[in-house]
């Protein structure tokens, strides 16, 4: 597991003696090759020496760092972080493939980009609190670079608002890392496994919860921390936008789901209901507010967290299903935003132009493009047969039949959530038509040559498209690999909210039920 | 040797493989297999064919009295919870099987004398292998979710092939619109499914049956909820099969390719709403309130579609409404508790309907040799007539059709919306005046498009009359005909007058008009074959009941009352005795022009959801871009201090900045470190 964290990193370091004529060309394979290679370590180490059928960690690797700090260099993988680490690996090797076209500065570029591979499945695999913000931070600077050097014209006020949200929200990890680690007294310890054998007073858990909500809420994002996003979206280029749509987004839902349920039972019995609100103005607002966008990466940026509304939903839902549902989102996302942000910037390549009213009838000259669109669009507005499909289902169904929640509650938050199922179409379908459908923009045909998707295009959106379409087929070929970890956290979760002896606000929650029948066995 | 039921899973995927294969090779090569016209069209025609074997072997199964087949697998879990899916042949499966692949593959052999010189002829095969397998997967689902994940893949068949000619503007927004009005329908079905879910824990039809009536009389649901549900699941067939006041999308699917009308929106995919009905039935049945919101949603949509038929000029939009309507029959028979009445008018429809289409198409295409690639001039019936001269293959058969659909005995229209009307008069004897009244009206718009198409004298060569209708489409002479690549031989395309289709099309018109007449012999009253296959029992006690007196008073009613829809046509079109324009059109022009705006149904929704939601939507990014960005903005205003703060930030010092964070975080690190 370290490896796949020191390989990329140290790999990458040895970038800038590469012999090169300037022109990226050897830089390029390289870096594709250490990609594919810490891809195939991951999967390694995933067929090797992971059980899926075990909920605890696995894989662990444990060397004392500083002791007196009680830090400690310790990594391992459980049934929540392992498919992230996987899709980390895998959507990492596809960008360094996306990033072939790049040529200006391509040494720093490829460096930035396996820094950020080995730095983002340390955020994933990390088992310290501590290490955890540190790769957190870690993680910010290739971003910020990346958006800063290559991006649009107004990339220095995107990279600026980035790196001012994550950062400025991460200091609430921090402060609240801290805060756990020393509550209680006793040698201070920023190992999960630790803090999860403590046993935090409810008002603490409140607090440190809020913290953190905050903190991951602007990663995921949650409306309204959620601006920063259109603007690093809409001036980011592809590859940068596929490892921000396909894992980085995916860090905050992590987190919530290690530290703010995992750690803090407690305080997430007391907030759950707030996610699933929340989850439901995501879907709904980004939903509004993406159709009414006229730019087409802002677009997609803004379908990313309507989409993420429904990880929310289901980290709120109280029910295995549910739960399940929100990882699988979050994977399942990952893998249609990176496809669809990859043809963003593939059209853009062509159109030389983000905005709808200047494309047009593009269809004609780019058959294949229009075909790639057409099915990645269809994969993001859940079509059956592909994952987001699957995931979806499954956040509903859990939330729906969640005892945790009275019934009208579960009633109005269902309905509104569905209303996404009417929006999504709407403004995925409209966009399709704006692009392709219709006679071909004679303007943009003046002065652009259009021509069809290349094979490396398609075989990038193709390695994306196969998971995504087995997963819509046979899900449980990823939902086993986190079946166990999953109900675990959710027994925790639930013996935590037996607990909670208050209702909260609002009486959400522990109202007397409308049971429905018993279930047969 | 296993049985033919226990393989009837290969029905939809042979299709699907064949689809598969295609597309596949469309996307990595797509010139050389654009090339290959004949060779993809043979195979994915005899995947379909396959397919329809097995169909037949399964119908034949079930004919002999073979029970149900039920096979499950799981498919996704957690918790407790198992989703299954798998697949289930009974009768009612068996018979819409051996139907879709029957029309499938007709429809597909007429493709290649219809498609045979469109660029994306390959892809128009793909296509229809895809959705055959689609539908054939709906068919056979053996509980919701699984009808759920079909549902929606019919749906974006559905679209890809109304947006088939993407080059059209019409066909894109008719291809968007029906996919969104359809998912307005999914987004009550899927509640509707979830709610089901919630009070019986099953997906499985006739277990949800059961619990909820238990749920119901046991008292932890109240009946209230019970019905909502029911009618939240509903939505979706109102959706899928066209009803009122979703009906509007169906209509303007008529822009795709005229096969697709035939077997999409006309035989298969619009029945599949009816089929689910028809499949929830035992859901249905305890609660009364819910069979008569049916009846009544079918009643008012059989009226709408044929008031707004007699109107259409468009001769593919007049059978578009005129399948609403019948769709609306089939509704009528479900919300009257007679499935096998509905389900027997589908399979009869499903026919001669296909037929009218296919016929229309082979007129179309006909037409496009005398006026060109223009849709607006080649389904416009101001421009037709005596067309039978011309192609006597098509006509006789339209003419079968319209014989059969009017409810003339005995073809097969008669017997199937006979029984209809017969079970509504027990159950609800005003909507059964609402459908009396339809059926006159029914046969009196089939004959007018009849008269008007084959009969008088051709006007295919009316210069004036072509001009002004371009002119009313807002299209200028320029656009006429070079808008879409449907033809690479335009040189020789003006021709004097149209000439019959090639046997690829004239054949299937020729085998769909066999059942078309004979098919509803099946299903007479007194000895219900039909019935006898889906429900024994209740065919058994209608044929012990039948009497003659009863059956011929209401027969002999409908006849009439289609005689006289008949003979108003005749007097009015072939004979020119009437004038309807100045009698009727002039003296109600309110009427007239409710019926020829199609009710402003499209105008309302326009104006009050596509309108609105634009504009609600524009006002939440505006609130996005100003307050919520711009609150946000001014914290990190005021947390910096002053507006230097950020000018200083957009000078691209903000590594700089980075770095001061990140070494104040492990300054902390250490601090805490060495207290610690």
């Known amino acids: 597991m370290s490896a796949s964290i020191l390989f990329p990193i140290a790999a990458a370091l040895l970038i800038p003696f590469i012999p090169d004529a300037g022109d990226g060309k050897r830089v390029r394979w390289y870096a594709l090759g250490v990609a594919l290679t810490t891809f195939l370590l991951t999967v390694g180490g995933y067929l090797n020496g992971y059980d899926p059928s075990v909920e605890g960690l696995q894989l662990v690797e444990r060397v004392q760092w500083l002791p007196s700090l009680g830090l400690a260099w310790s990594v391992g993988a459980d049934g929540i972080s392992m498919p992230l680490i996987l899709l980390t690996s895998f959507i990492t090797a596809l960008a360094a493939l996306a990033a072939w076209p790049v040529t200006f500065k391509p040494k720093l570029f490829f460096f930035l980009l396996l820094a950020m591979d080995g730095g983002q499945i340390a955020v994933f695999a990390v088992q310290d609190m501590l290490l955890f913000f540190l790769a957190w931070e870690l993680e910010l600077l290739p971003v910020y670079l990346l958006l800063a050097i290559w991006g649009g014209k107004k990339r220095q006020y995107a990279a600026t608002k980035f790196i001012l949200y994550t950062a400025g929200s991460s200091l609430f990890i921090l402060v609240v890392g801290l805060a756990m680690a020393f509550y209680g007294g006793g040698t201070p310890s920023f190992e999960y496994t630790v803090l999860m054998a403590k046993d935090f007073s409810t008002k603490f858990q409140l607090f440190a919860y809020a913290g953190l909500l905050i903190a991951f809420g602007v990663k995921l994002p949650i409306v309204p921390l959620h601006t920063w996003l259109p603007d690093a979206h809409g001036e980011a280029t592809a590859p940068v936008h596929m490892l921000l749509a396909g894992i980085l987004l995916k860090m905050g839902g992590y987190a919530l789901l290690r530290f703010n349920v995992q750690l803090l039972p407690e305080g997430h019995a007391q907030f759950a209901p707030l996610l699933v609100v929340l989850g439901v103005v995501n879907i709904i607002y980004a939903a509004l507010t993406s159709f009414a966008q006229r730019n087409l990466k802002r677009k997609i940026a803004y379908s990313s967290i309507s989409h993420m509304g429904f990880v929310l939903i289901g980290i709120g839902s109280f029910s295995a299903l549910g739960t399940s549902g929100a990882m699988l989102q979050m994977i399942s996302h990952g893998l249609i935003g990176a496809s669809l942000f990859f043809l963003v910037g593939a059209t853009y390549d062509r159109t030389h132009t983000l905005q709808l009213d200047e494309m047009g009838g593009v269809g004609q000259t780019m058959r294949k493009m229009f075909a790639l669109w057409t099915i990645c669009s269809l994969a993001s507005l859940a079509l059956p047969g592909m994952s987001g499909f699957v995931s979806e289902l499954m956040v509903f169904t859990g939330f729906v039949t969640s005892e945790a929640y009275s019934l009208s509650f579960r009633i109005v938050m269902a309905a509104l959530a569905a209303v996404g199922v009417i929006l999504t179409p709407v403004y995925l379908l409209s966009m399709l038509r704006e692009i392709f459908f219709g006679k071909e923009n004679a303007e943009l045909a003046s002065h652009t040559h259009l021509v069809d998707a290349e094979p490396r295009e398609i075989y990038v959106v193709s390695c994306l498209l196969v998971p995504i379409v087995g997963i819509g087929l046979y899900p449980r070929i990823m939902t086993d690999t986190y079946r166990a970890s999953i109900e675990a956290l959710v027994q925790r979760e639930t013996t935590a909210l037996a607990k909670v002896i208050q209702p909260p606000p609002g009486d959400l929650i522990r109202q007397p039920l409308l049971v429905a029948p018993p279930l047969p066995a | ?676």
């Not at chain 2, 996704?76 to 697949?87: D, P, R, V």
Request: one cysteine or more; charged letters at 10%.
């Open chain 2, 1 to 676: 040797m296993p049985s033919a039921a226990e393989l009837a899973w290969l029905i939809p995927v042979l299709p699907l493989a064949g689809a598969c294969l295609t597309g596949l090779g469309l996307i990595s090569f797509n010139r050389t297999v654009n090339r290959l016209r004949k060779p993809v069209a043979w195979l994915l025609i005899s995947c379909v064919g396959a397919a329809a074997v097995l169909s037949y072997a399964v119908l034949a199964q079930q004919l002999a009295g073979a029970g149900p087949t039920e096979v499950l697998f799981n498919w996704a879990s957690a918790g407790t919870f198992n989703l299954q899916m798998g697949f289930r042949v009974d009768a009612l499966g068996a018979v819409m099987l051996s139907l879709v692949t029957t029309i499938a593959v007709l429809v597909m052999v007429y493709s290649d004398g219809y498609m045979a010189h469109d660029k994306g002829y390959v892809r128009f095969f793909t296509y229809l292998a895809l959705f055959s397998s689609s539908m054939l997967g709906l068919v056979i689902s053996p509980n919701l979710l699984e009808i759920y994940v079909f549902w929606e893949l019919v749906g974006m068949c559905s679209y890809l092939l109304v947006g088939f000619w993407y080059d059209r503007d019409g066909a894109a927004n008719a291809a968007q619109k029906a996919f969104v009005v359809n998912r307005v329908g999914d987004f009550g079905l899927l509640l509707g499914i979830l709610g089901l879910f919630w009070a019986t824990g099953s997906f499985g039809f006739e277990e949800i049956g059961s619990r909820l009536q238990e749920a119901v009389a046991g008292g932890s649901l109240s009946n209230a909820a019970a019905i909502l549900l029911c009618l939240l699941v509903f939505m979706g067939p109102m959706a899928k099969s066209a009803q009122f006041p979703l009906h509007v999308w169906l209509p303007d699917a008529m822009e795709g390719p005229t096969p697709i009308s035939a077997l999409i929106h006309a035989a298969t995919m619009v029945a599949a709403g009816v089929f689910l009905v028809a499949r929830l039935q035992p859901v249905y049945e305890p609660f009364p309130a819910v069979q008569a919101t049916i009846a009544v949603i079918g009643t008012i949509t059989l009226f709408l579609g044929a008031s707004i038929a007699l109107t259409q000029m468009d001769l593919k939009k007049g059978l578009a409404y005129s399948t609403v309507s019948q769709l609306g029959y089939m509704m009528l028979a479900m919300g009257c508790g007679a499935p096998v009445a509905g389900m027997f008018h589908l399979v009869t429809h499903a026919f001669f309907k296909a037929m009218l289409f296919l016929g229309s198409g082979s007129v179309i295409h006909a037409m496009e040799e005398v006026v060109g690639h223009e849709p607006v001039l080649a389904q416009d019936m101001r421009l037709m007539g005596g067309l039978r001269k011309f192609m006597p293959i098509t006509s006789t058969t339209f003419f079968i059709g319209c014989i059969a659909i009017s409810g003339i005995p005995p073809l097969a229209g008669f017997w199937s919306k006979d029984e209809i009307l017969g079970v509504a008069f027990g159950q609800f004897p005003i909507l059964w005046v609402a459908g009396f009244v339809t059926a006159g009206m029914t046969a009196f718009y089939m004959f007018r498009l009849y008269f008007l198409t084959f009969e008088g004298e051709f006007r295919g060569g009316d210069k004036a009359m072509a001009a002004q209708l371009m002119a009313a489409a807002g299209k200028t002479a320029e656009d006429h005909g070079d808008d879409h690549g449907h033809s690479e031989d335009r040189g020789h395309s003006q021709a004097k007058h149209p000439h019959e289709s090639g046997w690829q099309m004239a054949m299937p018109l020729a085998v769909l008009a066999v059942p078309s007449a004979l098919i509803g012999l099946l299903g007479t009253p007194w000895n219900s074959r039909f019935g006898n296959l889906l429900d024994p029992q209740e065919a058994a006690e209608v044929a012990e009941h039948f009497s003659w007196g009863e059956f011929l008073p209401l027969a002999g009613a409908s006849v009439g009352i289609s005689v006289a829809g008949i003979s108003v046509a005749v007097l009015a079109y072939a004979l020119h005795k009437l004038d309807l324009g100045t009698a009727v059109a002039a003296r109600f022009p309110a009427v007239n022009a409710f019926l020829a705006n199609k009710w402003y149904l499209d105008a309302i929704n326009d104006k009050l959801f596509v309108q609105g939601s634009r504009k609600l939507a524009r006002q939440v990014l505006e609130v996005d871009s100003k307050v919520v960005d711009g609150v946000v903005n001014l914290t990190g205003l005021v947390t910096l201090g002053s507006g230097e703060g950020l000018k200083y930030f957009e000078t691209g010092r903000a590594q700089f900045y980075a770095l001061i964070v990140f070494g104040g975080v492990i300054a902390l690190v250490v601090l805490f470190g060495s207290l610690g």
